[in-house]
Nanobody, 119 residues
Framework: VQLVESGGGLVQPGGSLRLSCATS????????MSWYRQAPGKERELVAA????????NYANSVKGRFTISRDNAKNTVYLQMNSLKPEDTAVYLC?????????????WGQGTQVTVSS
């Protein structure tokens, strides 16, 4: 199983980035996909999640209206479009795949990609 994030980097406040998470080794279309982030000294937090076919999405209040999550089941890839970036968005962004069967969660994680928002 592999989840490989890309697209992070240094961007000025107000700028945009598009993160990608390319996956392999599991049935992508059977997993809810999410982006989390973790800033130094802070708890890991859920940024956005997307359902199996992409119709249902959920966002943290702090990113609503600025970030958009999407998925391409043909490419086994999930994306996070981030606009109007703020310094407080600075964090390592991690991709998560989760399947829940019988009340038990099965989780896969990527290694993360660094996003730094600074002038």
């Amino acid at each position: 199983v592999q989840l490989v994030e890309s697209g992070g980097g240094l961007v000025q406040p107000g700028g945009s980035l598009r993160l990608s998470c390319a996956t392999s080794g599991f049935t992508f279309s059977s997993y809810v996909m999410s982006w989390y982030r973790q800033a130094p000294g802070k708890e890991r937090e859920l940024v956005a999640a997307i359902g199996l076919v992409g119709r249902i999405t959920n966002y943290a209040n702090s990113v609503k209206g600025r970030f958009t999550i999407s998925r391409d089941n043909a490419k086994n890839t999930v994306y996070l479009q981030m606009n109007s970036l703020k310094p407080e968005d600075t964090a390592v962004y991690l991709c998560n795949a989760r399947r829940t069967i019988g009340g038990r969660n099965s989780d896969y994680w990527g290694q993360g990609t660094q996003v730094t928002v600074s002038s």
